[in-house]
T-cell receptor, first 115, second 115 residues
Framework: DGGITQSPKYLFRKEGQNVTLSCEQN?????MYWYRQDPGQGLRLIYY???????QKGDIAEGYSVSREKKESFPLTVTSAQKNPTAFYLC??????????????FGQGTRLTVV | AQKVTQAQTEISVVEKEDVTLDCVYE???????LFWYKQPPSGELVFLIR??????QNEISGRYSWNFQKSTSSFNFTITASQVVDSAVYFC????????????FGTGTRLLVSP
């Protein structure tokens, strides 16, 4: 089945640690995104990538880092600099360049909790 | 700047009632896209509809219908004869149409359908 796989589903992090959230897609999409969801705030864009080896900051990139070494993978690292990392993280992909504004496909999310 | 407002935080209905979820948007673009996504308890966002700004025709898909009115900058979503399986958080989103555009989400409306 084609889709987006995020892992793990639940993640616990101690304060001061970096953690990496995985996102893999087999839809052959060029564009990938990371969103953060907090109660009552909707989804906010962290980073996005239009193509391999390129990525751009979204609205709330501070304390996060990403890489896009392969088309199908877009991992997100939550660094110790992120002051309030407890949230639900959603990865998405879309066809991207040349097919503007098609719908985005989302993974099932990773719930990160700082303990 | 683009903005999406979903003023209804939570709506509770009894099965078989009709329910309308409101969405009001702000944009300076003349060409843009509007979306609705459903987020069931499992967490992933499921695409429901995309509408471009030049198409103001209402759309119906089964029990779902959408009313797009540019004059009031609204893109409302109605579920007819609601079912328990409709219980979810529903997000309205907006994107521009030139270049690479990100989705701007509203804060979501939680719909609870009780038997």
């Amino acid at each position: 089945d084609g889709g987006i796989t995020q892992s793990p589903k639940y993640l616990f992090r101690k304060e001061g640690q970096n953690v990496t959230l995985s996102c893999e897609q087999n839809l052959n999409h060029d564009a990938m995104y990371w969103y953060r969801q907090d109660p009552g705030q909707g989804l906010r864009l962290i980073y996005y990538s239009q193509i391999v080896n390129d990525f751009q900051k979204g609205d709330i990139a501070e304390g996060y880092s990403v890489s896009r070494e392969k088309k199908e993978s877009f991992p997100l690292t939550v660094t110790s600099a992120q002051k309030n990392p407890t949230a639900f993280y959603l990865c998405a992909s879309s066809i991207g360049l040349g097919q503007l504004n098609t719908e985005a496909f989302f993974g099932q999310g990773t719930r990160l909790t700082v303990v | 700047a683009q903005k999406v407002t979903q003023a209804q935080t939570e709506i509770s209905v009894v099965e078989k009632e009709d329910v309308t979820l409101d969405c009001v948007y702000e944009t300076r673009d003349t060409t843009y896209y509007l979306f609705w996504y459903k987020q069931p308890p499992s967490g992933e966002l499921v695409f429901l509809i995309r509408r471009n700004s030049f198409d103001e025709q209402n759309e119906i898909s089964g029990r779902y219908s959408w009313n797009f009115q540019k004059s009031t900058s609204s893109f409302n979503f109605t579920i007819t004869a609601s079912q328990v399986v409709d219980s979810a958080v529903y997000f309205c989103a907006l994107s521009g149409a030139t270049g690479f555009q990100k989705l701007v989400f509203g804060t979501g409306t939680r719909l609870l359908v009780s038997p």
